[in-house]
């Protein structure tokens, strides 16, 4: 945060947007809603912007940031693009996947960003408003979700003025996130091999033409963004509940109702997109416990395990 001042809420229109662009151009934090989940934005030029961001997250320095760009030309700036990468991005780009790449020598970037590894995590957004946001500061901006280190990501402006309200410049309220889970996130390596270090809200179907897709979620740890424990909402989650326990908050799906449901038809996507808000839900009543139907791991399904699973995990 750059001044003493409270957190200013801003509306995401054109003077909200160009509000949030000057904060941003004069090193500040803003928390900027994208179709995963809301951001917390700073230049990534700037090494104490981006030094900024991990404080008010209370972030270990070894996790590395997400670059968003507007642009491909951005994008290659700051990666090496083999062909196959170019397009991969074409097809991808706008949407919900982080391509991670080889950092290109002499990018504009603040060291911090990608915590000394010598790769770099871009992604182009397809939300207007952060698209509109990093154009009209004329900045490429690192933002990881907009949330406590370990805790819950935010899929609303209110979920980030819970957390981190006091502690950031601004929040340009963009209403709630249409996917609700944080970017696929797929490195591409050397050898042309494809793999998911994160699943996300993208069916990795569609990526087969590009050759096999590896997977190395649960293993070995090259981002530290993979941790086991993680979207913690602060108490015990017990998974795959048939019913709850006298002390539990119950998060439903499909047919096994709750105190909130995921989506009462079954619908993973609408899952997807509730699960966070649910998550708050549980961890802000007065239930010592959460129980989580089951979900099946289809689709989208299984980047919703993904993240209970880390939810649950014990620390
Ligand atoms: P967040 O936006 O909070 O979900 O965090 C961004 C995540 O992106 C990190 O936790 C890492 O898992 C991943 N990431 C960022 N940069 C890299 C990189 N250079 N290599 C691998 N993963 C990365
Ligand atoms: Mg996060």
Redesign the pocket.
Known sequence: MTGKNATEMLQADRAGIARAARILQSGGLVAVPTETVY?LAARADDASAVAGIYAAKGRPGF????VHVDTLEQAEALAEFSPQARRIAQAVWPGPV?L?LPRRDGAPLAAGV??G?P???LRMPAHPVMRALIRESGCVLA???ANPSNAV?PTTAAHVAASLGGRIDAILDGGACEAGL?ST?L?IRHDASLEV??PGPFDLRRLSEFGPVGANIAAGI?????LRSHYSPGKPVRLAAGMPEADEFMIGFGGIAGDVTLSAGGDLTEAAANLYAALHSGGASSQPRIAVAPIPETGVGAAINDRLRRASASR
Do not use: H, M
């Open positions: 951001g996790n590395p940031l997400i982080t991670v990608s915590a590894l790769t770099i995590a933002a990881p979700s990501s944080e996130i490195a270090l994160r090259e981002a530290p963004g993979q």
